[in-house]
Structure formats: structure tokens, C-alpha cells
């Protein structure tokens, strides 16, 4: 046995299985138990110590016996350490336990009283291993008889529904605070400098060939005044840049291009730039917007392919 699991297999191994078990049973939360709480290191250091002692010890008590046997006991204790595992006595006697072979010169007593063309039957008893499963499988169908349908516990399909219900509600309150998960619905004005500093950036970058640095409007319509085509405020403005303007007339959707995080910065840059009155900037299109969300007077018909 030794041989088969000699000393660096067999401390690994134990250390190995008293980790785990101590993982398992510990309730530590979403973190390892050796971490939360650190006087385990201190366990976990002496049981390996133990480990290291004991195979020390064991090592000695063999070395102090082997002096007291003879050169024919030493011969033999050798030839018995050196037998392949399937030979050893310890696997024969579990084999013979989990299965009741009869020695091949004891069929006589195990052959039944009938002959058919020659073929006779022995009455083996069935192997314990298998006697012992099939037990097992009556006491799991009692088991699961009276957890399921007599104490009405949780099925499988019941367990599935309820852990999908509570995913689903962690999922929504992710979403009110997940940044790229922001919609119409859920976005704020940013109002801090960084915020607006950065929406400038992404707009240099992608808006400036139809708005103009300043806002004023090229090929897109002014945004700095007070009329929009798509709505005034945080959520339409964030909602147009989103999914772009009205269907084959308008600015494309950047939603596919720009994270909605970045949209808020955007949308909330392009706010900032109300009453800014840049030089050159285009006549104003769409319906006057009131901070309470309703449209005022509308502008004088413009060119449907502008859109803001």
C-alpha cells in the first residue's frame, strides 16, 4: 500500500480532502474560509504538521522492526511490498467482500440438481455490491417519496421558477444602476465637469461634421437653441442619439457604435450648450421646448432632411 501511495501523494492527498471538507462546511460567505477567517491558516498548519510527524513516526516504528526480523521474514516482507496491487491481500479481501466468489474447487457444492444438454447452473448468490445499490435505490424512492409528494417540497421545477424569479431580480436592479444598460427610461442629466468634458470629446469626434464644434448646425440642425425636431431634454435628446432621427430623413443610430454611458455624456454636453448663441448658427427648426417637457409654438416648416 505504501508503494502504491507513498509519502508525497499521501500528505497532499489528506491535506487536500481536510481543505476542502473545511471549505465545505464552513460558512464563510462569498469568500474562502482561510481568508475570512485567518486563524484557520493556523489549523491548517498544524494539521500538516500532524501529517509530517505521524509518517515520521511511522517511518521510524518500521525501521526499529525491520532489525528484529530474520533474513527470510525481510525476504518475504519484500516480495509482499513489491506484489502488484491486484495481488495484495488487502484488495482480495475487499474483492471477496464485495463479491462472495466461491473457489473454483468448490463448484460441486454450488451446482444445481438439473441438466439441460449439458449446461449446468450454479447457484452463486447475488454480489453484495449489488445487493447493497439496490437497497440503496429503496431507501432513495422512500426518501424521495416523502420529501416530494408527502411533505410537498420543492421539485425541480419549482426550484428552477423560484431561482429564475430572484435571477431576474437581480438582473432589473442591475440595470438601475448599470451604466451601459441605461435607456431613455432611466437616464439623468450629468452636470459635473468631467461628465460634460468628456461628452465634448466623443462630440468632437463623431458630431462636428453635421453640428459644428460650437452647436451651431451644418447639415444638422442648431442645438443650442430652444427648438428641437425630436423633443428638448435629457431623455429625448439621449433617445434621438440612441436611435437616431426620424426613419430615412435624420442623423443615424449610435447605439451601436457609442455605449449608452457615453450617450449621457454626449446628450448632457449637448444641453449644456443651451443659450450659447454661437456665431453663424443655423435658424431654428422643430417645436419650442419648455423645461416641463411640453412643446411650445412651432417654427416655420424647414427641410425634412434635418434633424436634431
Known amino acids: 500500500m505504501k508503494k502504491m501511495f507513498p509519502i508525497y501523494v499521501r500528505i497532499p492527498v489528506l491535506f487536500a480532502m481536510f481543505f476542502i471538507a473545511m471549505e465545505f462546511f464552513i460558512d464563510s460567505g462569498d469568500r474562502p474560509a482561510f481568508i475570512k477567517y485567518p486563524v484557520l491558516n493556523l489549523i491548517l498548519l498544524i494539521f500538516l504538521l500532524v501529517l509530517v510527524a505521524v509518517e515520521v513516526v511511522m517511518s521510524a516504528t518500521d525501521k526499529i522492526l525491520d532489525t528484529f526480523l530474520t533474513e527470510e521474514q525481510r525476504k518475504a516482507k519484500e516480495i509482499e511490498e513489491n506484489?502488484?496491487?491486484?495481488?495484495?491481500?488487502?484488495?482480495?479481501g475487499i474483492m471477496q467482500k464485495l463479491t462472495r466468489t466461491r473457489k473454483?474447487?468448490?463448484?460441486s457444492e454450488l451446482i444445481m440438481h438439473h441438466n439441460y444438454d449439458g449446461i449446468q447452473e450454479l447457484d452463486n448468490v447475488l454480489p453484495p455490491w449489488w445487493v447493497y445499490l439496490f437497497y440503496g435505490?429503496?431507501?432513495?424512492?422512500?426518501?424521495?417519496l416523502v420529501r416530494y409528494h408527502v411533505l410537498d417540497y420543492d421539485n425541480q421545477t419549482?426550484?428552477?421558477?423560484?431561482?429564475?424569479?430572484?435571477?431576474?431580480?437581480?438582473?432589473?436592479?442591475?440595470?438601475?444602476?448599470?451604466?451601459?444598460?441605461?435607456?431613455?427610461?432611466?437616464?439623468?442629466?450629468l452636470?459635473?465637469?468631467e461628465?460634460?468634458?468628456?461628452?465634448?470629446?466623443?462630440?468632437?469626434?463623431?458630431?462636428?461634421?453635421?453640428?459644428?464644434?460650437?452647436g451651431g448646425g451644418a447639415i444638422g440642425p442648431n442645438l443650442t437653441d430652444k427648438f428641437w425636431i425630436n423633443g428638448g431634454g435629457i431623455k429625448n435628446v439621449f433617445n434621438t442619439i440612441m436611435?437616431?432621427?426620424?426613419?430615412?430623413?435624420?442623423?443615424?443610430?449610435?447605439?451601436?457604435?457609442?455605449k449608452p454611458s457615453e450617450i449621457q455624456k454626449i446628450a448632457s454636453y449637448v444641453l449644456s450648450l443651451q443659450g450659447t448663441n454661437p456665431a453663424g448658427a443655423k435658424a431654428p427648426e422643430g417645436d419650442e421646448w419648455k423645461e416641463d417637457g411640453t412643446k411650445a409654438t412651432a417654427t416655420p416648416a424647414v427641410d425634412s432632411t434635418k434633424t436634431k
Open 191 to 193: 452636470t459635473d465637469a
Open 195 to 214: 461628465s460634460i468634458n468628456a461628452g465634448k470629446a466623443i462630440f468632437q469626434t463623431n458630431c462636428i461634421a453635421c453640428h459644428k464644434a460650437d
Open 104 to 107: 473454483i474447487e468448490e463448484e
Open 83 to 92: 506484489l502488484p496491487f491486484a495481488e495484495t491481500q488487502f484488495f482480495k
Open 243 to 258: 436611435e437616431g432621427g426620424r426613419a430615412g430623413k435624420g442623423m443615424i443610430a449610435w447605439k451601436d457604435q457609442i
Open 158 to 189: 419549482a426550484e428552477f421558477e423560484k431561482e429564475m424569479a430572484e435571477a431576474k431580480i437581480q438582473v432589473e436592479e442591475y440595470k438601475k444602476t448599470a451604466p451601459d444598460l441605461m435607456d431613455k427610461d432611466k437616464v439623468t442629466l
Open 137 to 144: 435505490t429503496i431507501a432513495f424512492s422512500l426518501i424521495y
